[in-house]
């Protein structure tokens, strides 16, 4: 099959460039159809491939052109389901668009991989440090503003590695601090911990302090804002605890705080006391058996739909803050 619009397979975990190429592939398309194309969007975990299928072959009465994106397409096991995608790949409809994402590099079946036309594979690769501290600081040029190398510093330690929430949380920086501002260590700080939004570095804060009761709170708040899904939440998190286990292993190495804090390179006071708290309130093992929990809860966020998924969160920060990372399907630390 030669390499059109029908059929892309867009896997890596550098979801804000994925999502960039989704928006100038809706647009290409638009201009072409001169029409507002129909989007449609699905998940691996609870998608029934056979009605994805249908609205791909069969045109509506509100648009001509269709864009249907098929996320965690990893999670496609079913002999069935692959058929029916690997079929359709052969012949797609001429006028729809099937997007298959993963955050995953090699983790889509084999057969739906090879069905899709080598030209539309991409895969979407993490930036390195030098290319996001270079991102954040385009953007802020951009709006007329400027960050110092600490606070670059002090912004990737709190947001997850990608440009999709590297983006988030800097327009809400331009929103916080005013075009024209220039934004160092100190500003970072403040607005981490005085502006009204919450974020993943703000629950680990209570988790960090074992509150239950304010973890789940902050946790609330995430979910509400709708800008925060519970897979990035626990990656987040993930993200967090192993620092917390490379500075549990310094520590033990006989490296002081100040030292530890140094190849970390975390430099903010108050980043550093979350840190030292999380340090003190976990043992080695915990902190092990948590970023485990974490593996184990992401698998079964995947599998659940979307409205069970608040729930599975509340049952992870139980058994992180209260169990120690005991969790509910293996034994955990003893």
């Not at 009605?51 to 001509?64: A, G, H, P």
């Not at 570095?201 to 709708?226: G, I, M, P, W, Y």
């Not at 975390?266 to 999380?278: D, G, H």
């Amino acid at each position: 099959m030669t390499s059109d619009n029908s059929v892309f397979l867009l896997l890596g975990p550098e979801e804000g460039e994925k999502e960039k190429f989704i928006k100038n592939l809706k647009d290409k398309l638009s201009a072409e159809g001169k029409e507002i194309v129909e989007v449609h969007r699905f998940y691996g975990f609870d998608a029934k491939i056979a009605d994805i299928i249908s609205i791909l072959q069969n045109e509506t009465l509100f648009s001509e052109n269709r864009l249907v994106i098929l996320s965690n397409t990893e999670l496609i096991t079913r002999k069935e389901d692959i058929n029916l995608i690997t079929e359709y790949c052969s012949n797609p409809a001429s006028k729809a668009s099937f997007l298959l994402l993963s955050e995953t590099i090699k983790g889509v079946n084999s057969r739906i991989e090879k069905a899709v036309p080598k030209d539309n594979r991409k895969i979407f690769w993490e930036l390195f440090e030098n290319q996001k501290r270079g991102w954040i600081v385009n953007f802020f040029r951009r709006q007329g503003m400027t960050i110092s190398s600490s606070a670059c510093t002090d912004l990737l330690e709190i947001v997850e590695n990608n440009t999709k929430q590297l983006r988030l949380e800097c327009e809400r920086l331009v929103l916080f601090f005013g075009k024209g501002a220039k934004i160092e260590s100190e500003a970072i700080e403040k607005y981490i911990y005085h502006s009204k939004e919450e974020n993943v570095f703000t629950l680990f804060d209570k988790v960090a302090q074992r509150k239950l009761d304010f973890a789940l709170e902050v946790l609330h708040n995430l979910l509400l804002s709708r800008e925060s899904e519970a897979l990035q939440i626990l990656n987040g998190l993930l993200s967090q605890f192993r620092k917390a286990a490379a500075l549990k292993g310094l520590i033990a190495g006989n490296y002081t705080l100040s030292e530890a804090f140094s190849r970390l390179r975390i430099k903010s006071k108050r980043v550093q006391k979350i840190y030292i708290e999380s340090d003190k309130n976990y043992q080695a093992a915990e902190i092990k058996a948590v970023i485990m929990l974490i593996a184990e809860f992401e698998v079964r966020l995947r599998s659940v739909k979307s409205n069970l998924q608040a729930f599975l969160l509340n049952l992870f920060l139980y058994y992180v803050i209260v169990r120690g990372g005991k969790g509910a399907w293996r034994g955990g630390p003893g």
